[in-house]
């Protein structure tokens, strides 16, 4: 059974950090692209960032020199390290794991991270 379970979320000031964890179990994590994905409330699931197997990655625009994202494929593990953040960073945040050509496409249950003062 394949579980993705993402941590790490909460309440904090603007231009603080939070470092989001998605542990994945039940896949063979190290040859997934792994994503993070963001919605807010009343707006669409958008993309913020993604590393591939082999650890490239690109990020939103929205996001760019603020959020990194990494992977550990010892621990199945895929993170998101965010600074700087914003009010509008406020969303529920998924991890999504996939293989392409629909050999599998996996989502977390969501973090909620709140930037508020």
């Known amino acids: 059974q394949v579980q993705l379970v993402e941590s790490g979320g909460g309440l904090v000031q603007p231009g603080g950090s939070l470092r989001l964890s998605c542990a994945a179990s039940?896949?063979?994590?190290?040859?997934?692209?792994m994503r993070w994905y963001r919605q807010a409330p009343g707006k669409q699931r958008e993309l913020v960032a993604a590393?591939?197997?082999?650890?490239?990655?690109n990020y939103a625009d929205s996001v760019k020199g603020r959020f990194t994202i990494s992977r550990d494929n010892a621990k199945n593990t895929v993170y998101l390290r965010m600074n700087s953040l914003k009010p509008e960073d406020t969303a529920v945040y998924y991890c999504?794991?996939?293989?392409?050509?629909?050999?599998?496409?996996?989502w977390g249950q969501g973090t909620q991270a709140t930037v508020s003062s």
């Open positions: 999504n794991a996939n293989l392409p050509r629909g050999l599998g496409n996996y």
């Open positions: 590393i591939t197997d082999g650890g490239s990655t």
């Open positions: 039940g896949i063979t994590f190290s040859i997934y692209t």
